[in-house]
């Protein structure tokens, strides 16, 4: 008796498509192995088939939508006249932060796709930045879970990259910022209250030559950098700190005491954290 698995691979691809089953590849060991061959294009057809509208703020959602699959969307969506939109970043991109140590041994092993920019945790960061840059997509998406989940994994590239788009530590009554200060991480808790820009500078006492704001506007949305030029040669880079990204906040304090980062307690004082009377009861 024939089954799927006899069917030649041409017809089991027409099969998939005509279905538009996102189970069918998942069936059986074989037809997962041979799904797993498809290309970037079959599987952009069968996002596009299967989500008409909004098709990449739903195909994005999908472990197989690679960077190499949204490309081929974007040919597709091309043809048809289509506009592709995607403005939140599925959690599935950072849900694998922080799993510890099993899955980091995986990526050693090759479980990665070893490109060196924190794909121990199996994180997209190529993606993830192309998202933030074409689509505009919120660093802030699910309040601010994304920032929340790098913080927690202690995954700098991705944290550095969400506050450069402008992701909020403030929300959430400061998620991101109170897990840091759980982890006893103060030069973290720092990077996420205080903002810097970079600057080049001459050798002399003289005011700044070249200014790079680091920041994103807020909401995911660019804005351009601001720069001052002169006639002159490059200059020593020094990074000078700006207005904080978020307040200091008693809860914040409270944690901080709890933990006993004392370091961090006197941090988050001198930036004027209010003491509550239970972190007065504590010290």
Not at 94 to 116: I, N, R, S, W
Not at 136 to 143: G, T, Y
Not at 237 to 258: I, N
Request: proline share 4%; hydrophobic share 40%.
């Amino acid at each position: 008796m024939l089954t799927l698995e006899d069917l030649p691979f041409e017809l089991l691809m027409h099969v998939h498509l005509l279905s538009l089953s996102h189970a069918l590849p998942v069936v059986s060991r074989h037809l997962r192995a041979v799904f797993a061959s498809t290309t970037a294009h079959h599987r952009a057809r069968f996002l596009l088939l299967r989500h008409d509208h909004k098709t990449l703020s739903h195909a994005i959602k999908y472990p197989t939508c690679t960077l190499d699959v949204v490309h081929a969307l974007e040919r597709l969506a091309k043809l048809r006249g289509k506009r592709l939109k995607c403005s939140t970043l599925p959690r599935r991109l950072v849900k694998g932060l922080g799993k510890g140590a099993a899955g980091k041994g995986a990526a050693g092993k090759g479980g990665g796709q070893g490109d060196g920019q924190g794909d121990n945790d199996g994180v997209d960061l190529e993606l993830i930045t192309y998202l933030l840059d074409t689509y505009n997509a919120s660093p802030n998406s699910h309040d601010g879970y994304p920032l929340a989940r790098a913080v927690f994994a202690r995954h700098l590239p991705l944290i550095r990259l969400l506050l450069q788009y402008g992701a909020d530590p403030a929300l959430k009554d400061g998620w991101a910022v109170t897990t840091a200060i759980a982890n006893g991480d103060a030069d973290l808790v720092k990077l996420l209250m205080e903002r810097e820009v970079e600057r080049d500078e001459d050798d002399g006492d003289e005011g700044p030559l070249h200014e790079v704001v680091l920041e994103r506007g807020g909401g995911g949305k660019s804005s351009k950098k601001r720069r001052r030029d002169s006639g002159g040669g490059g200059g020593k880079r020094r990074r000078v700190a700006m207005g904080d990204r978020c307040t200091a906040t008693k809860e914040m304090l409270e944690t901080a005491v709890k933990a006993k980062q004392w370091g961090i307690v006197d941090y988050l004082t001198a930036k004027g954290a209010p003491p509550s009377i239970s972190v007065l009861a504590m010290l």
